[in-house]
């Protein structure tokens, strides 16, 4: 069973995505690209305001190597 992704900006995700040891290397137009230590990379679009589609947050989650119970977590601490 799959399990349902919650709607999320493109903000909200950034900072998940720092809290998990990303940070900002470089921005192309409205791609922000997020490497961590071990040199994993993440590409956010970035469109304020707007909610992310939940194949890109899929996408971001499986990038990023962490689950969805584990994205919503983080979610409530941010």
Do not use: C
């Not at 071990?38 to 947050?57: E, F, Q």
Request: glycine content about 6%; cysteine-free; charged content about 30%.
């Amino acid at each position: 069973m799959s399990q349902k992704l919650p709607r999320v900006t493109a903000d909200k995700m950034i900072r998940v995505v720092e809290k998990l040891g990303f940070s900002l290397v470089r921005q192309s137009g409205s791609h922000k690209i997020y490497k961590n230590e071990s040199g994993k990379r993440i590409t956010i679009s970035y469109h304020p305001g707007k909610v992310l589609h939940p194949k890109v947050i899929k996408s971001i989650l499986k990038d990023a190597d962490i689950s969805v119970e584990k994205f919503k977590e983080l979610l409530k601490k941010v």
